[in-house]
């Protein structure tokens, strides 16, 4: 999944990083538009919750297997005056294999500066629904 364009929102581009539009929540202390960030590593956990199904004594007779929350961590690049808070929102595109997916920013580190780069690591997770 390369492409020549690395800042299209959602798609993995050569270096498999990924271009990411960023909002942070209204109110935001550094600044609340958009930040177009790249995500050098991301990585999204798609885990599955088993249920056992027991008889009237108690004694297992099969399991279910269900999907369980989508989370995930990145380490971005951010723009010089920007910085990603928790509450930020964000959409990746079928570049993660799953079709459209939301996500809300659950944590939100420090940014830091590598080599004049400044980073930081987020972790997030899947919106499931609307958030009022």
């Known amino acids: 999944m390369a492409t020549a364009n690395q800042f299209t929102d959602g798609t993995v581009n050569g270096y498999n990083s990924l271009s990411l539009s960023i909002t942070n929540p209204t109110g935001a202390t550094y600044t609340s538009a958009a930040l177009?960030?790249?995500?050098?590593?991301?990585?999204?956990?798609?885990?599955?919750k088993k249920i056992l199904v027991e008889n009237h004594l108690g004694v297992p007779v099969g399991a279910q297997y269900t999907r369980d929350h989508v989370t995930g961590t990145a380490t971005i690049q951010v723009p010089a005056l920007g910085t990603v808070e928790v509450g930020a929102?964000?959409?990746?595109?079928?570049?993660?294999?799953?079709?459209?997916?939301?996500?809300?920013?659950?944590?939100?580190?420090?940014?830091?500066?590598?080599?004049?780069?400044?980073?930081?690591?987020?972790?997030?997770?899947?919106?499931?629904?609307?958030?009022?």
């Open 89 to 132: 929102t964000f959409t990746v595109s079928a570049a993660l294999g799953e079709g459209s997916e939301n996500f809300i920013v659950t944590g939100a580190d420090k940014s830091f500066s590598q080599n004049d780069i400044i980073k930081q690591n987020i972790s997030f997770a899947k919106v499931l629904s609307s958030i009022a």
């Open 36 to 48: 177009t960030c790249i995500a050098e590593t991301i990585t999204v956990t798609r885990q599955y």
